[in-house]
């Protein structure tokens, strides 16, 4: 067992069962999955911080757990979307759609109804299982990239991640911006 620092405090608040999208689905066949979202700040930050909303967004029951959930929250002057997502597998054009639905609906419902999420808040953090793949190069090949004493598992994401694409061809994720990858990051 750990203990808590003094500087934290714990309060738990309930969502209303907004802050999950939960499913049976993907060998889930005993229980439940849900994908959720949950926030921590420190007690110094709890004068600073108010949540404005949390909503989800259900793909529908045939999709089990696949859809999205995101909490509004203003810190100090700035608002902030906090979304965390479950899109489709092996369905481009679903996934596509996917991420523009989540867009749209949750922006209505977490800040005003005529814009879109990417439109209303300072900063939005996405988070989840994307369900990108490295398309259009064997199995083999990228094994080899991966394998590589050099970093050229770095050209199999550059060259063949479907999110890279995708942000070209489709302007998702139009304006946000990824963090350099890490020598040691490596595709699953």
Known sequence: AGTISPDVKVTATTASGNDRVAGR??????GLKFTGIAVFAPRRMLPHLR?????KLSFGTTEGSKGGVAVAMRVHRSTIAFVSCHLASKKVDARLQQYRDICKSLGSRLGNSFFHLNEQFHHIVWM???NDRCADISGEDALRLIESPTDLHRRLLNEHDELVRHRVESAIFDGFE??????DFFPT
């Open 25 to 30: 689905g993907d060998g889930s066949l005993i």
């Open 128 to 130: 989840g299982d994307l």
């Open 178 to 183: 990824e963090p350099p990858l890490a020598p």
């Open 51 to 55: 949540v404005l909303r949390v909503d």
